[in-house]
């Protein structure tokens, strides 16, 4: 399947110094690429879910804290100024 995608010059130089850089065709350095980023947006994604998830499942096991007591921790660990 041929798909048509319009880059920017900036965008265009930049595949085409990699591609000569890696002395691969253009189309295959793009083509590679665009499979990377979206196996790594599916991953990340995946990632975020669980990530809820576990949130969600941690609250419903009553394994929390309240914000004040977070926000404590939080500027202990930074260094920031109490309330006022």
Do not use: C, N
Not at 21 to 50: C, H, M, N
Not at 53 to 78: H, M, P
């Amino acid at each position: 399947m041929a798909i048509v995608v319009t880059l920017s010059p900036e965008l265009e130089a930049r595949l085409r110094d990699k591609a000569t850089q890696q002395g691969q065709d253009v189309d295959l350095v793009a083509s590679e690429l665009l499979a990377r980023v979206l196996e790594w947006e599916a991953q990340d994604s995946e990632e975020a879910i669980r990530g809820i998830q576990q949130g969600l499942d941690d609250f419903e096991a009553g394994r929390f804290r309240d914000f004040q007591e977070f926000a404590g921790e939080q500027r202990r660990k930074y260094h920031l100024p109490a309330d006022s």
